[in-house]
């Protein structure tokens, strides 16, 4: 079914922005900042030719500035808000780092450790450290992979599959992103916890930090998918349940931007409760180049780097 698209118009004198946490700026300017973050964000929408976006702006743990454009129900004629969920795809790897640099500052890993010391099953070779930097050589996709098909195998089959595994680089030299590498950490973490990656998460990370609109299920107001019509202004249903629980750890979670802020603010300020300060320096710090080129982006510890300037 073919929806038309619309993009919601918004008085920019109601814009989200707090004056009160931009220090020393006058309400002007406050107003023109927030009409310039508006604008970009029509922009991104118009370029992408996207049903909605979401996004925020944060300082620290600070929230300065959130919100969203389009409709995230396109059937409903439902406008995105700020409070809209979306999937968050592969940012639920960074969560899954920080769950594993959690058991090893616990003493229940070490960074060298095989991954097949933790499950039993993993292809040898790779090590804890290599798979959170991407740096293990090991394939991309996990086994009967369905990106093709939108079918996926559940966790039981890719654990009984990890036989078939390639080691298509040698691992601890170059970069090869990899969803199967968070597929087996999240094994680990379910292994040494002894309970499922997903509550480790949801009690260990989520709770602590607050992150109530962070869940591993699509949960209203969440934002239906859609596939953009290549000719036309109109988009087409993405299939409403996509079956993917064997993949989670890689892909799994839905969020919104104020969350995703606060996690961020997490990241660049943590929480000693949740992790200590000096393991999130260590999972900043550079593991390898992504690409070897121009040295603008690698990997730390399941984090992206990207240098600038």
């Known amino acids: 079914?073919?929806?038309?698209?619309?993009?919601?118009?918004?008085?920019?004198?109601?814009?989200?922005?707090?004056?009160s946490e931009m220090t020393g700026r006058s309400e002007r300017t406050v107003h023109d900042?927030?009409?310039?973050?508006s604008a970009i964000l029509r922009r991104a929408q118009a370029k992408?030719?996207?049903p909605s976006v979401s996004a925020a702006v944060f300082r620290g743990r600070e929230l300065l500035w959130a919100e969203a454009v389009g409709l995230a129900d396109v059937a409903a004629g439902r406008e995105a808000t700020p409070e809209t969920r979306y999937p968050i795809a592969s940012i639920t790897k960074s969560f899954v780092a920080v769950a594993v640099m959690q058991l090893r500052d616990a003493g229940a890993l070490t960074l060298d450790d095989p991954v097949q010391r933790h499950l039993p099953e993993a292809p040898a070779g790779p090590t804890i450290a290599t798979l959170l930097s991407h740096s293990s050589g090991i394939q991309r996709e996990v086994p009967g992979s369905g990106w093709d098909t939108l079918e996926f195998p559940s966790l039981e089959e890719i654990i009984g599959s990890l036989g078939?595994?390639?080691?298509?680089?040698?691992?601890?030299?170059?970069?090869?992103?990899?969803?199967?590498?968070f597929v087996l950490l999240g094994e680990v973490v379910a292994c040494l916890a002894g309970m499922p990656v997903e509550r480790y998460v949801d009690e260990r990370i989520l709770g602590p930090l607050g992150l109530?609109?962070?869940?591993?299920?699509?949960?209203?107001?969440?934002?239906?998918?859609?596939?953009?019509?290549?000719?036309?202004?109109?988009?087409?249903?993405?299939?409403?349940?996509?079956?993917?629980?064997?993949?989670?750890?890689?892909?799994?979670?839905?969020?919104?931007?104020?969350?995703?802020?606060?996690?961020?603010?997490?990241?660049?300020e943590p929480d000693?409760?949740?992790?200590?300060?000096?393991?999130?320096?260590?999972?900043?710090?550079?593991?390898?180049?992504?690409?070897?080129?121009r040295w603008t982006r690698g990997w730390g510890l399941g984090l992206i780097l990207n240098r600038i300037g």
Do not use: K
């Open 33 to 37: 900042v927030a009409l310039g973050l």
């Open 164 to 181: 078939e595994v390639e080691l298509v680089l040698e691992g601890g030299g170059e970069w090869h992103y990899s969803n199967l590498s």
């Open 272 to 293: 000693p409760e949740v992790l200590a300060p000096e393991t999130l320096a260590e999972m900043r710090r550079l593991r390898v180049l992504a690409d070897p080129q």
């Open 48 to 50: 992408q030719r996207a």
């Open 212 to 268: 109530e609109a962070t869940t591993w299920e699509p949960a209203e107001p969440a934002a239906r998918g859609y596939l953009t019509h290549p000719f036309a202004d109109s988009v087409f249903d993405e299939p409403a349940e996509l079956d993917r629980p064997g993949i989670a750890a890689a892909g799994g979670l839905w969020s919104t931007t104020g969350d995703l802020a606060r996690f961020g603010g997490f990241l660049h």
């Open 1 to 19: 079914m073919r929806r038309r698209l619309r993009c919601r118009r918004q008085d920019p004198r109601a814009l989200p922005v707090r004056p």
